[in-house]
Protein backbone atom coordinates (compact mmCIF):
# COMPACT_ATOMS: atom_id res chain seq x y z
CA UNK A 1 0.00 0.00 0.00
CA UNK A 2 3.06 2.22 0.63
CA UNK A 3 3.93 2.21 -3.25
CA UNK A 4 0.26 3.89 -3.98
CA UNK A 5 0.37 6.15 -1.70
CA UNK A 6 2.00 9.13 -4.15
CA UNK A 7 -0.38 8.13 -7.35
CA UNK A 8 -3.07 7.67 -4.50
CA UNK A 9 -3.13 11.51 -3.41
CA UNK A 10 -3.04 12.64 -6.82
CA UNK A 11 -6.19 10.88 -7.34
CA UNK A 12 -7.76 12.03 -4.72
CA UNK A 13 -6.87 15.52 -5.71
CA UNK A 14 -8.46 14.99 -8.85
CA UNK A 15 -11.28 13.15 -7.32
CA UNK A 16 -12.43 16.34 -5.09
CA UNK A 17 -11.77 18.68 -8.02
CA UNK A 18 -14.27 16.55 -9.80
CA UNK A 19 -16.88 16.67 -7.04
CA UNK A 20 -16.50 20.29 -6.35
CA UNK A 21 -17.83 21.11 -9.70
CA UNK A 22 -20.75 19.67 -9.28
CA UNK A 23 -23.32 22.63 -8.33
CA UNK A 24 -26.43 21.14 -7.41
CA UNK A 25 -30.15 22.25 -7.22
CA UNK A 26 -31.80 22.19 -3.76
CA UNK A 27 -34.95 20.04 -5.68
CA UNK A 28 -32.23 18.02 -7.45
CA UNK A 29 -30.93 17.49 -3.68
CA UNK A 30 -34.06 16.55 -2.02
CA UNK A 31 -35.31 14.02 -4.79
CA UNK A 32 -32.38 12.89 -5.20
CA UNK A 33 -31.89 11.78 -1.01
CA UNK A 34 -35.24 10.57 -1.24
CA UNK A 35 -34.83 8.27 -4.21
CA UNK A 36 -31.46 7.15 -2.61
CA UNK A 37 -33.16 5.87 0.22
CA UNK A 38 -35.52 4.06 -1.54
CA UNK A 39 -33.11 2.62 -4.29
CA UNK A 40 -30.27 1.63 -1.66
CA UNK A 41 -31.69 0.71 2.07
CA UNK A 42 -31.99 -2.81 1.79
CA UNK A 43 -27.87 -2.80 0.44
CA UNK A 44 -25.59 -4.68 2.29
CA UNK A 45 -23.01 -1.61 2.37
CA UNK A 46 -23.89 1.67 3.25
CA UNK A 47 -23.27 3.66 0.17
CA UNK A 48 -23.85 7.71 0.51
CA UNK A 49 -26.49 8.12 -2.13
CA UNK A 50 -27.48 12.10 -1.39
CA UNK A 51 -25.27 14.44 -3.83
CA UNK A 52 -23.98 16.26 -0.93
CA UNK A 53 -21.67 12.93 -0.35
CA UNK A 54 -20.94 11.71 -3.79
CA UNK A 55 -17.64 13.45 -3.10
CA UNK A 56 -17.41 11.05 0.13
CA UNK A 57 -18.62 8.17 -2.08
CA UNK A 58 -15.69 8.77 -4.64
CA UNK A 59 -13.11 9.03 -2.33
CA UNK A 60 -13.91 5.45 -0.53
CA UNK A 61 -12.98 4.28 -4.18
CA UNK A 62 -9.35 5.48 -3.42
CA UNK A 63 -9.78 3.79 -0.23
CA UNK A 64 -10.56 0.55 -1.94
CA UNK A 65 -7.56 0.22 -4.94
CA UNK A 66 -7.40 -2.93 -5.79
CA UNK A 67 -9.33 -4.86 -3.27
CA UNK A 68 -11.75 -6.88 -3.74
CA UNK A 69 -14.97 -4.56 -2.72
CA UNK A 70 -14.14 -1.99 -6.02
CA UNK A 71 -16.45 -3.22 -8.32
CA UNK A 72 -19.33 -3.36 -5.55
CA UNK A 73 -18.67 0.01 -4.93
CA UNK A 74 -18.27 1.36 -8.49
CA UNK A 75 -21.45 -0.48 -9.74
CA UNK A 76 -23.36 1.32 -6.54
CA UNK A 77 -22.05 4.33 -7.40
CA UNK A 78 -22.54 4.17 -11.04
CA UNK A 79 -26.14 3.70 -10.81
CA UNK A 80 -26.36 6.88 -8.74
CA UNK A 81 -24.63 9.00 -10.74
CA UNK A 82 -27.01 7.55 -13.43
CA UNK A 83 -30.22 8.16 -11.62
CA UNK A 84 -28.53 12.11 -11.13
CA UNK A 85 -27.86 12.29 -14.80
CA UNK A 86 -32.25 11.22 -15.59
CA UNK A 87 -33.05 14.03 -12.79
CA UNK A 88 -31.02 16.45 -14.46
CA UNK A 89 -32.57 15.84 -17.37
CA UNK A 90 -35.82 16.04 -15.83
CA UNK A 91 -34.94 19.11 -14.30
CA UNK A 92 -34.20 20.29 -17.97
CA UNK A 93 -37.97 19.55 -19.00
CA UNK A 94 -39.12 21.02 -16.24
CA UNK A 95 -37.38 24.20 -16.81
CA UNK A 96 -38.37 24.32 -20.35
CA UNK A 97 -41.96 23.94 -19.02
CA UNK A 98 -42.12 26.68 -16.76
CA UNK A 99 -40.48 29.15 -19.08
CA UNK A 100 -42.97 28.07 -21.85
CA UNK A 101 -46.12 28.42 -19.30
CA UNK A 102 -45.01 31.75 -17.80
CA UNK A 103 -44.73 33.29 -21.43
CA UNK A 104 -48.00 31.26 -22.38
CA UNK A 105 -49.50 33.05 -19.14
CA UNK A 106 -48.07 36.55 -20.40
CA UNK A 107 -49.63 36.70 -23.77
CA UNK A 108 -52.69 35.00 -23.00
CA UNK A 109 -53.23 38.77 -21.88
CA UNK A 110 -53.65 39.55 -25.31
CA UNK A 111 -57.45 37.62 -25.23
CA UNK A 112 -58.47 40.50 -22.86
CA UNK A 113 -58.05 43.58 -24.96
CA UNK A 114 -58.17 44.83 -28.35
CA UNK A 115 -56.33 48.07 -28.23
CA UNK A 116 -57.45 49.15 -31.52
CA UNK A 117 -61.57 49.11 -30.16
CA UNK A 118 -60.81 52.50 -29.03
CA UNK A 119 -61.17 53.82 -31.91
CA UNK A 120 -64.28 52.16 -33.08
CA UNK A 121 -66.05 54.19 -29.44
CA UNK A 122 -68.76 56.48 -29.96
CA UNK A 123 -68.68 59.82 -27.66
CA UNK A 124 -71.42 59.69 -25.34
CA UNK A 125 -71.84 63.40 -25.38
CA UNK A 126 -72.18 63.91 -29.24
CA UNK A 127 -75.09 60.98 -29.24
CA UNK A 128 -76.46 62.50 -26.55
CA UNK A 129 -76.75 66.04 -27.70
CA UNK A 130 -78.51 64.66 -30.77
CA UNK A 131 -80.74 62.73 -28.27
CA UNK A 132 -81.62 66.10 -26.38
CA UNK A 133 -82.15 68.10 -29.89
CA UNK A 134 -84.90 64.86 -30.30
CA UNK A 135 -86.61 65.56 -26.82
CA UNK A 136 -86.64 69.04 -27.40
CA UNK A 137 -88.75 68.46 -30.38
CA UNK A 138 -90.90 65.88 -28.40
CA UNK A 139 -92.28 68.63 -25.98
CA UNK A 140 -92.40 70.83 -28.47
CA UNK A 141 -94.89 67.94 -29.90
CA UNK A 142 -96.58 67.14 -26.60
CA UNK A 143 -97.12 71.22 -25.98
CA UNK A 144 -98.94 71.30 -29.18
CA UNK A 145 -101.12 68.46 -28.33
CA UNK A 146 -101.55 69.54 -24.23
CA UNK A 147 -102.71 72.68 -26.92
CA UNK A 148 -105.06 70.78 -28.63
CA UNK A 149 -106.30 68.77 -25.83
CA UNK A 150 -107.07 71.76 -23.67
CA UNK A 151 -108.81 73.22 -26.40
CA UNK A 152 -110.79 70.10 -26.92
CA UNK A 153 -111.72 70.51 -23.09
CA UNK A 154 -112.90 73.68 -23.73
CA UNK A 155 -114.66 72.67 -26.77
CA UNK A 156 -116.48 69.48 -25.41
CA UNK A 157 -118.07 71.77 -22.41
CA UNK A 158 -119.07 74.22 -24.91
CA UNK A 159 -121.24 71.79 -26.69
CA UNK A 160 -122.60 70.29 -23.45
CA UNK A 161 -123.54 74.08 -22.75
CA UNK A 162 -125.07 74.67 -26.08
CA UNK A 163 -127.09 71.61 -26.41
CA UNK A 164 -128.48 71.77 -22.89
CA UNK A 165 -129.52 75.34 -23.92
CA UNK A 166 -131.07 74.12 -26.79
CA UNK A 167 -132.85 70.92 -25.07
CA UNK A 168 -134.46 73.72 -22.70
CA UNK A 169 -135.95 74.93 -25.94
CA UNK A 170 -136.72 72.30 -27.77
CA UNK A 171 -139.97 71.28 -25.62
CA UNK A 172 -143.51 71.03 -26.43
CA UNK A 173 -146.04 74.50 -24.76
CA UNK A 174 -147.76 73.26 -22.14
CA UNK A 175 -151.30 73.93 -22.14
CA UNK A 176 -152.86 77.09 -22.53
CA UNK A 177 -149.70 78.54 -24.16
CA UNK A 178 -151.88 80.14 -26.86
CA UNK A 179 -154.08 81.94 -24.77
CA UNK A 180 -151.69 83.31 -22.11
CA UNK A 181 -152.24 87.18 -23.72
CA UNK A 182 -156.35 86.45 -24.24
CA UNK A 183 -156.81 88.27 -21.10
CA UNK A 184 -154.00 90.65 -20.84
CA UNK A 185 -154.06 92.65 -23.78
CA UNK A 186 -156.47 94.34 -25.50
CA UNK A 187 -156.06 94.41 -29.53
CA UNK A 188 -157.95 97.19 -31.87
CA UNK A 189 -157.72 94.74 -34.61
CA UNK A 190 -157.91 91.12 -35.31
CA UNK A 191 -154.74 92.05 -37.70
CA UNK A 192 -152.97 93.30 -34.41
CA UNK A 193 -154.30 90.25 -32.45
CA UNK A 194 -152.92 88.04 -35.05
CA UNK A 195 -149.59 90.43 -35.50
CA UNK A 196 -148.89 89.71 -31.89
CA UNK A 197 -148.80 86.03 -31.85
CA UNK A 198 -146.78 86.27 -35.58
CA UNK A 199 -144.27 88.01 -33.54
CA UNK A 200 -144.81 85.92 -29.99
CA UNK A 201 -144.01 82.86 -31.91
CA UNK A 202 -141.25 84.19 -34.91
CA UNK A 203 -139.04 85.05 -31.71
CA UNK A 204 -139.76 81.52 -30.39
CA UNK A 205 -138.63 79.83 -33.37
CA UNK A 206 -135.58 81.99 -33.65
CA UNK A 207 -134.32 81.17 -30.50
CA UNK A 208 -134.91 77.05 -30.80
CA UNK A 209 -132.62 77.88 -34.56
CA UNK A 210 -130.36 79.59 -32.47
CA UNK A 211 -130.08 77.47 -30.01
CA UNK A 212 -130.29 74.47 -32.55
CA UNK A 213 -127.60 75.99 -34.99
CA UNK A 214 -125.18 77.29 -31.62
CA UNK A 215 -125.29 73.35 -30.45
CA UNK A 216 -124.57 72.10 -33.87
CA UNK A 217 -121.83 74.35 -34.67
CA UNK A 218 -120.38 73.58 -31.11
CA UNK A 219 -120.52 69.55 -32.23
CA UNK A 220 -118.85 70.55 -35.51
CA UNK A 221 -115.94 72.25 -33.61
CA UNK A 222 -115.49 69.71 -30.82
CA UNK A 223 -115.22 67.24 -33.73
CA UNK A 224 -113.10 69.16 -35.61
CA UNK A 225 -110.92 69.36 -32.75
CA UNK A 226 -110.86 65.32 -32.05
CA UNK A 227 -109.56 64.95 -35.46
CA UNK A 228 -106.82 67.75 -34.85
CA UNK A 229 -105.69 66.00 -31.62
CA UNK A 230 -106.28 62.08 -32.32
CA UNK A 231 -106.97 61.42 -36.15
CA UNK A 232 -109.73 60.73 -38.70
CA UNK A 233 -111.22 57.71 -36.01
CA UNK A 234 -111.33 60.59 -33.28
CA UNK A 235 -109.62 57.98 -30.64
CA UNK A 236 -106.61 58.53 -28.41
CA UNK A 237 -104.59 55.34 -29.35
CA UNK A 238 -101.68 57.00 -30.45
CA UNK A 239 -102.35 56.72 -34.44
CA UNK A 240 -103.31 59.20 -36.15
CA UNK A 241 -103.38 63.48 -35.03
CA UNK A 242 -101.08 65.48 -33.24
CA UNK A 243 -100.96 62.29 -30.76
CA UNK A 244 -99.41 60.13 -33.43
CA UNK A 245 -97.03 62.52 -34.22
CA UNK A 246 -95.63 62.46 -30.31
CA UNK A 247 -96.14 59.10 -30.11
CA UNK A 248 -93.57 59.04 -33.59
CA UNK A 249 -91.19 61.39 -32.33
CA UNK A 250 -90.76 59.67 -28.92
CA UNK A 251 -90.11 56.16 -30.49
CA UNK A 252 -87.28 58.11 -32.15
CA UNK A 253 -86.23 59.83 -29.00
CA UNK A 254 -86.21 56.17 -27.09
CA UNK A 255 -83.82 54.40 -30.03
CA UNK A 256 -81.72 57.44 -29.92
CA UNK A 257 -81.56 57.41 -25.74
CA UNK A 258 -80.64 53.43 -26.33
CA UNK A 259 -77.84 54.20 -28.23
CA UNK A 260 -76.37 57.00 -26.16
CA UNK A 261 -76.39 54.11 -23.14
CA UNK A 262 -75.20 51.67 -25.22
CA UNK A 263 -72.66 53.89 -26.37
CA UNK A 264 -71.71 54.43 -22.26
CA UNK A 265 -71.88 50.52 -22.10
CA UNK A 266 -69.37 50.26 -24.84
CA UNK A 267 -66.83 52.36 -23.13
CA UNK A 268 -67.53 50.75 -19.51
CA UNK A 269 -66.64 47.25 -20.94
CA UNK A 270 -63.43 48.53 -22.86
CA UNK A 271 -62.63 50.11 -19.63
CA UNK A 272 -62.61 46.93 -18.14
CA UNK A 273 -61.24 44.93 -20.36
CA UNK A 274 -58.34 47.59 -20.68
CA UNK A 275 -57.97 47.51 -16.94
CA UNK A 276 -57.93 43.51 -16.65
CA UNK A 277 -55.52 43.62 -19.53
CA UNK A 278 -53.22 46.51 -17.76
CA UNK A 279 -53.55 44.02 -14.62
CA UNK A 280 -52.90 40.88 -16.45
CA UNK A 281 -50.12 42.32 -18.37
CA UNK A 282 -48.29 44.11 -15.12
CA UNK A 283 -48.37 41.11 -13.37
CA UNK A 284 -47.20 38.40 -16.09
CA UNK A 285 -44.89 40.37 -17.68
CA UNK A 286 -42.91 41.20 -14.09
CA UNK A 287 -43.83 37.32 -13.59
CA UNK A 288 -41.79 36.30 -16.51
CA UNK A 289 -39.28 39.73 -17.24
CA UNK A 290 -38.37 40.77 -13.64
CA UNK A 291 -34.99 40.64 -12.08
CA UNK A 292 -35.23 37.19 -10.27
CA UNK A 293 -38.49 35.59 -11.94
CA UNK A 294 -38.94 33.05 -14.54
CA UNK A 295 -36.67 34.35 -17.54
CA UNK A 296 -33.84 35.08 -15.61
CA UNK A 297 -34.29 32.48 -12.94
CA UNK A 298 -35.07 29.61 -15.79
CA UNK A 299 -31.24 30.34 -17.69
CA UNK A 300 -29.20 30.50 -14.42
CA UNK A 301 -31.05 26.90 -13.55
CA UNK A 302 -30.33 25.81 -17.35
CA UNK A 303 -26.54 26.96 -16.60
CA UNK A 304 -26.47 24.88 -13.17
CA UNK A 305 -28.00 22.17 -14.62
CA UNK A 306 -25.34 21.97 -17.55
CA UNK A 307 -22.41 21.95 -15.25
CA UNK A 308 -23.98 19.18 -12.76
CA UNK A 309 -24.56 16.99 -15.53
CA UNK A 310 -21.13 17.48 -17.56
CA UNK A 311 -19.85 17.08 -13.44
CA UNK A 312 -21.29 13.55 -13.19
CA UNK A 313 -20.40 12.84 -16.60
CA UNK A 314 -16.44 12.81 -15.40
CA UNK A 315 -17.69 10.90 -12.61
CA UNK A 316 -18.65 8.46 -14.62
CA UNK A 317 -15.68 8.70 -16.79
CA UNK A 318 -13.94 8.30 -13.29
CA UNK A 319 -15.76 5.63 -12.35
CA UNK A 320 -14.92 3.73 -15.79
CA UNK A 321 -11.63 4.50 -14.89
CA UNK A 322 -11.84 2.30 -11.41
CA UNK A 323 -13.63 -0.33 -13.37
CA UNK A 324 -11.04 -0.56 -16.07
CA UNK A 325 -7.66 -0.56 -14.12
CA UNK A 326 -8.67 -1.18 -10.74
CA UNK A 327 -5.32 0.21 -9.54
CA UNK A 328 -1.98 1.55 -10.58
CA UNK A 329 -0.62 4.69 -12.79
CA UNK A 330 -2.89 3.89 -15.48
CA UNK A 331 -5.99 4.53 -13.36
CA UNK A 332 -4.46 7.18 -11.83
CA UNK A 333 -3.56 8.90 -15.14
CA UNK A 334 -7.45 8.26 -16.41
CA UNK A 335 -8.69 9.82 -13.30
CA UNK A 336 -6.19 12.97 -14.04
CA UNK A 337 -7.75 12.93 -17.52
CA UNK A 338 -11.22 12.84 -16.69
CA UNK A 339 -11.07 16.14 -15.24
CA UNK A 340 -10.73 17.28 -18.70
CA UNK A 341 -13.32 15.77 -20.23
CA UNK A 342 -16.10 18.21 -21.61
CA UNK A 343 -19.38 16.35 -22.53
CA UNK A 344 -21.89 17.51 -25.15
CA UNK A 345 -25.06 18.96 -23.26
CA UNK A 346 -26.67 21.01 -25.62
CA UNK A 347 -29.63 18.59 -24.90
CA UNK A 348 -29.91 20.49 -22.32
CA UNK A 349 -30.69 23.95 -23.70
CA UNK A 350 -33.82 25.81 -23.50
CA UNK A 351 -35.36 27.96 -25.62
CA UNK A 352 -36.94 31.43 -24.68
CA UNK A 353 -39.96 31.72 -26.15
CA UNK A 354 -40.26 35.61 -25.74
CA UNK A 355 -40.13 37.24 -28.89
CA UNK A 356 -39.80 41.49 -29.59
CA UNK A 357 -42.91 42.65 -29.87
CA UNK A 358 -45.19 39.96 -29.39
CA UNK A 359 -47.52 41.59 -27.00
CA UNK A 360 -47.78 45.49 -26.65
CA UNK A 361 -46.65 47.20 -23.95
CA UNK A 362 -48.98 48.79 -21.19
CA UNK A 363 -49.43 51.86 -22.62
CA UNK A 364 -53.36 52.14 -23.74
CA UNK A 365 -53.99 54.78 -21.87
CA UNK A 366 -57.15 52.84 -20.32
CA UNK A 367 -60.72 55.22 -20.53
CA UNK A 368 -60.49 57.19 -16.79
CA UNK A 369 -63.21 56.13 -14.76
CA UNK A 370 -66.31 58.00 -14.19
CA UNK A 371 -69.41 57.89 -12.22
CA UNK A 372 -71.40 59.54 -14.79
CA UNK A 373 -70.58 57.29 -17.21
CA UNK A 374 -72.72 54.39 -15.85
CA UNK A 375 -76.22 54.63 -17.30
CA UNK A 376 -79.17 54.99 -14.64
CA UNK A 377 -77.17 56.59 -12.63
CA UNK A 378 -78.42 59.62 -10.84
CA UNK A 379 -75.46 61.48 -12.28
CA UNK A 380 -75.56 60.12 -15.33
CA UNK A 381 -78.76 61.38 -15.90
CA UNK A 382 -78.09 64.53 -14.76
CA UNK A 383 -74.95 65.32 -16.98
CA UNK A 384 -76.41 63.42 -20.07
CA UNK A 385 -80.05 64.37 -19.91
CA UNK A 386 -81.16 66.89 -17.89
CA UNK A 387 -78.85 69.41 -18.47
CA UNK A 388 -79.45 68.86 -22.19
CA UNK A 389 -82.54 69.00 -21.99
CA UNK A 390 -83.79 71.88 -19.48
CA UNK A 391 -81.24 74.22 -20.68
CA UNK A 392 -83.39 76.92 -21.56
CA UNK A 393 -86.70 75.91 -20.40
CA UNK A 394 -87.23 72.91 -17.59
CA UNK A 395 -90.32 71.93 -19.08
CA UNK A 396 -89.25 70.69 -21.61
CA UNK A 397 -87.52 68.22 -19.31
CA UNK A 398 -90.95 68.13 -17.19
CA UNK A 399 -92.24 66.97 -20.35
CA UNK A 400 -89.92 63.65 -21.05
CA UNK A 401 -88.46 63.04 -18.08
CA UNK A 402 -91.14 60.19 -17.16
CA UNK A 403 -89.66 58.63 -20.08
CA UNK A 404 -86.07 59.36 -19.85
CA UNK A 405 -85.60 58.24 -16.30
CA UNK A 406 -86.11 54.19 -17.61
CA UNK A 407 -82.95 53.05 -18.61
CA UNK A 408 -83.02 51.64 -21.99
CA UNK A 409 -78.79 50.70 -22.63
CA UNK A 410 -77.88 47.22 -22.24
CA UNK A 411 -75.99 47.50 -19.01
CA UNK A 412 -78.89 49.49 -17.08
CA UNK A 413 -79.05 48.33 -13.79
CA UNK A 414 -82.96 46.35 -12.75
CA UNK A 415 -85.37 48.24 -11.58
CA UNK A 416 -84.58 47.83 -8.27
CA UNK A 417 -81.03 49.12 -8.44
CA UNK A 418 -82.01 52.11 -10.41
CA UNK A 419 -80.58 55.27 -8.72
CA UNK A 420 -83.02 57.34 -9.84
Request: with cysteine; hydrophobic share 30%; proline share 3%.
Amino acid sequence: MQSRLPCGGCTIAAIVAISASLPLLEAAKAASSRSSARSYAASARSVPMSLEHLETALLALEKQRGTPELAGTVTEIDKMVTEMKGMVRNQSKLTQQTINQAWSDFISCAGLYDIDSRSDLQSVDSIARVHANCRLEESGKKMILDACEKELAVRSASELQRKGEFDTLNQFPSSGFCAHHTNSQQYSTVRGYIKHYRDHFASHLLSWENAFNASTDATKAKLHTLRDCYGDDRTKNGQGGKEEALVTKKVDCQKLQRKVEDAACDRIAHRADCVSYAKCYESNHNAYFASGQTKETSIQQSGKQREEYRALVRIKCVLDAYATYQDGPSLSKSISDCQQVQADVSFLDISLPDEADAMPPDNTACLQHSSSEKPGSESFTTQFYQSLIAKDDSTHWDNTKDDVLTCKGRCCPLPTDATV
